[in-house]
């Protein structure tokens, strides 16, 4: 039996698919679901005892069936902390006896930083979407949800399409949300790959004074290499969030047996040459991907 529903003034059991019992009652489930008003509309006898008292088994499990009952129940507090899949176990079982208050809650919970409070931990955790981006845009196309749609297109940004770990969500998703997911990754690619060229002929108006021992120039070579490094990045990661970290920018030395000329300075990077990054990093900050114009022109 179920240690979180198990109160003497129930009127009703519902027996999880792995066979534990929950103690419900059937005002709070009607109001709730439609479909828990009729499934438990049909009239049953005076029952003496709680072993006796009418019973559906479902199909759900009873740490599913547990986390469903607790959004619904008032007096238990909702969960807000649930793993991906408890998240998708939920959603589905809720969707399917139509407990709109309980969807409309995991609507809110796809974007939501998590919290444990059940652990008293005070750490504050992403929200599922930002830790799965791919299987939340796929949960929010099942589910028609416009907002999340378009705001989970933009995170899948964080991530490789080719590399990422598959879910059910993902597998059974429509082939033109893919699709639409692969445009919007070349899309930001190719401004990438504008941006780049844009800004690749800038360190050269900067020059700094050649290495007196091998004759190159310093400054020309750390652009060269400092900008393979953002297109290799930005290829596996289109959102581009780490084309300006200094791990980018200035990467730990490597060893002298490169063949790198020990006398070059490794850092000989001018103002001008700051400023001319801090502009690339403006047009960066002020590009913005969605697929928010596929929903538009479809509309």
């Known amino acids: 039996m179920s240690p979180v529903f198990s109160r003497d003034d129930a009127d009703f059991r519902l027996r999880s ?8 009652h059937r005002s709070i489930l009607s109001m709730a679901s439609e479909v828990f008003s009729t499934m438990l509309s049909v009239p049953q006898p005076l029952q003496n005892s709680l072993l006796e008292l009418p019973c ?35 959603l589905e079982a809720a969707s399917k006896y ?3 208050p309980t969807i409309e ?10 919290i444990d409070v059940e ?13 799965d981006p791919l299987r939340a845009f796929a949960i929010a196309t099942s589910m028609g949800w416009r907002a999340e749609i378009i705001h989970c297109s933009t995170l899948t940004l964080r991530v490789n399409l080719n590399t ?22 070349e899309e930001r690619r190719a401004f990438f790959r504008r941006l780049f060229e844009e800004f690749d002929d800038e360190p050269s108006e ?38 300006f970290d200094l791990s980018m920018l200035f990467p730990p030395e490597q060893d002298f047996d490169d063949g790198r000329c020990m006398a070059c300075p490794s850092t000989a990077i001018p103002l001008n040459t700051l400023y001319a990054l801090s502009k690339l990093q403006n047009k960066h900050g002020k590009k913005k991907d969605s697929i928010r114009h596929k929903f538009v022109s479809n509309t």
Request: proline share 6%; aromatic share 10%; with cysteine.
């Open 17 to 24: 698919s792995d066979n534990v019992l929950f103690l419900v």
């Open 105 to 114: 809650a995991l609507r809110t919970l796809l974007l939501s930083p998590r």
């Open 206 to 243: 900067y020059r700094v004074k050649k290495c007196k021992e091998c004759g190159e120039d310093p400054l020309s070579s750390w652009w060269d290499e400092y900008i393979k490094r953002a297109t290799t990045s930005v290829s596996s990661r289109p959102l581009g969030d780490r084309v």
């Open 119 to 131: 652990r008293n931990s005070t750490l504050i955790r992403p929200s599922l979407a930002e830790s």
């Open 164 to 185: 990422a770990p598959s879910s059910s969500e993902l597998e059974n998703m429509p082939t033109k949300y893919y699709r639409w997911l692969g445009e919007l990754h």
């Open 98 to 100: 139509a407990v709109e």
């Open 56 to 90: 559906v088994e479902l199909a759900e499990t009873a740490i599913t069936l547990e986390l469903l009952l607790m959004f619904i129940y008032p007096s238990t507090k909702s969960p807000c902390f649930l793993s991906f899949n408890q998240y998708a176990e939920v």
